[in-house]
């Protein structure tokens, strides 16, 4: 995948910058692990410290000192899980900051306003996301009302590219992409029909929004397997919010190249770290005098250096290293397995290493 | 200076690593700041996660993945400003854990068989610490006590090296050296009787405690200039908890070779940053679009990729970047105004650095 900071290989994961830092970790770590571009949440960026001050600095890569790739999502989803009293019309969503209680509305032009001022190098079009399980009248309406967005924000940013830009608006990246997102809940037939309106409507690429939101894994590949192959093949397909590391490896085998979760980073701070077996909660007590790294396989800064005893002892001392040591394991193994998978793919061995993969991990603590 | 960790050189600043680990970076960090030699707390080790598992590991230095020097203090200082209900007589110091309220004693000889586990490279002696200021009987009772206890702690770690240790101590590094601390507040006659009680005892090197603990610099550079002349020329003197930039230079000048602070790491988190002209508190309106690093003239990681508005962004969103990010910049100041030290003295300069870092560094707020 080209964008205007480089190239990125796909498949591919993209570790959480919500604020402009992936936590527990520094930019150089982040190079080190081989992450080739990271998300950042318009959501957080836009209420702090706020896009007109990024684009006054040159925009996110200039402000946040990161050179390389940057996808921004539009701030939807973070509006729907995040803000305070959020109000949805067919103009866009209204909400109150968690922050501060001030109030905002965000509509597809905005959202798009936005990113244009952050210069991501790939900005995502405002959707509407529902609690699911939604019924099919719900999830409808939903889906219909994020085509119309779409269209909006698509206009938007032609608007921005073309001869008659906004003054208000300063473009830090002429180059940005915009994603197109599919919506349509658990229902099939919404979900073709989300993929024809979107894609009629033309964008550099396309997501699959509204999953990875508490259902099953069977109903996330079903529904990944009957949208991915009904978007353009030319293009990359982004799965957004997903998932462990065994989604990654079906959804791929469905046909997504680009992911993006807070697991890894998340579960690092709790304690939670990734072996080839499975989670390990290294608070257990079992750990206290345990001399082995978290993974004996893993070629990562901490399995190289650290025991499970040390890292038990600095997550229960609640020192700053634990968050830091585990979250470049945990984005190793997700970065690591994303490079075996792109591997595998080009010398024809994917089903292999798919099958390998599950007989050995299994996402339930291994303790 | 020799150690069984390997050499360091003086004079040297030895970051705090509490509880195994230097709060907000990792050991590579400290590598690759020309961190030589880091210390660790026995009072908090000793509670958590315990000498004898420490001991059971190989030692501090397997325990935590660190094959650098380490020096450990003998936890008096910290039961005097962090145990709760502490009780000292001439057998010891009794205490109640800050973490679980269990209950302690620490003699001198238990200290020297904590550090014995422990293993670090560099050991203290069990000292009485008292407030200060403390009239001219309270200040001779504690320095008479802390002569009596190195005493103490001496016959015990010669009985560890000699033919008859004891079996339930594990000496996980038999070459720790041990040094005595010469205490005597701010009273110049009993510092000449401290130095001249604990030299007679016989250390590997001396320490000067109790100072660094809330008077004046200028009382501080006296009492310094008054017993560091008085210590071995051969051995290196270690200054314990000292102190700003500035005490740093001013007590090399009076012959101090080691230095130990928590200042460059825990202001690092409040957000004071230091520069060439004194620290800056980066979370100050003026710095929000300050496009300039936080020192233009410094070569750290900090200051060669990010803006102080950036940094003033990740500290007001409480992002852990913050911390990393500007505990790296105050290490790297410290340790690299140490090397500019070293290499004056080596080249005949240093009367010149000290007065050129007098005159720009003020340790005042800049703004």
Redesign the interface.
């Known amino acids: 995948m080209q964008t205007p900071h480089g190239s990125v290989e796909t498949p591919a994961f993209m570790p959480v910058g919500t ?10 770590d982040l190079d080190d692990l081989g992450a080739q571009i990271i998300l950042g949440n318009t959501y ?1 960026l836009f209420l ?2 706020g896009d007109g ?1 990024i684009a ?2 040159g925009g996110l890569h200039k ?3 990161w050179d390389r790739p940057i996808l921004t999502d539009s701030g939807g989803y973070q509006i729907f899980s995040l803000a305070d009293r959020r109000r949805v019309s067919e103009d866009g969503a209204e909400f109150q900051s968690h922050l501060d209680g001030s109030r905002h509305l965000l509509t597809p032009e905005r959202a798009t306003d936005v990113q244009a001022q952050l210069g991501s190098d790939i900005a995502m079009v405002l959707d509407e996301c529902i609690a699911t399980p939604a019924d099919d009248t719900a999830a409808r309406a939903a889906m219909e009302r994020s085509v119309r967005w779409a269209g909006r924000a698509r206009r938007r940013l032609l608007q921005l590219r073309g001869d008659d830009p906004d003054p208000a608006v300063t473009v830090t990246n002429p180059g940005q992409a915009q994603f197109g997102i599919i919506q349509g809940g658990v229902h099939h037939a919404l979900r073709t029909e989300s993929v024809q309106a979107t894609v009629e409507i033309g964008f550099e690429a396309y997501a699959i929004g509204g999953l990875s939101v508490g259902e099953p894994p069977e109903v996330t590949y079903d529904l990944v397997g009957h949208t991915a192959p009904q978007l353009p093949e030319d293009r990359p397909r982004y799965l957004m919010g997903s998932g462990m590391p065994d989604d990654l490896i079906e959804c791929v085998a469905r046909g997504v190249d680009l992911f993006d979760c807070v697991l890894p980073t998340r579960n690092a701070r709790n304690g939670q770290l990734l072996t080839r077996t499975g989670p390990i909660a290294i608070r257990n007590t079992r750990y ?2 345990d ?1 082995a790294p978290p993974d004996p396989g893993c070629g990562c ?1 901490t399995c190289r ?3 499970r ?2 890292l038990r ?2 997550y ?2 609640r ?3 634990a ?3 585990n979250t470049l394991h945990n984005l190793y193994f997700y970065l690591d397995t994303m490079r075996a998978v792109r591997k595998a793919i080009m010398s024809g061995t994917f089903d292999k290493l798919r099958s390998e993969f599950h007989q050995t991990f299994s996402r339930r603590s291994q303790h």
Chains 1, 2 share one sequence.
């Open positions: 604020q402009g830092a992936v936590k527990g970790v520094t930019h150089r957080h702090r410290p001050l006054r600095a402000f946040i000192g206290a005098e001399p800064y250096h650290f025991s005893a040390y002892h600095l229960v001392a020192e700053m290293a968050a830091t040591l």
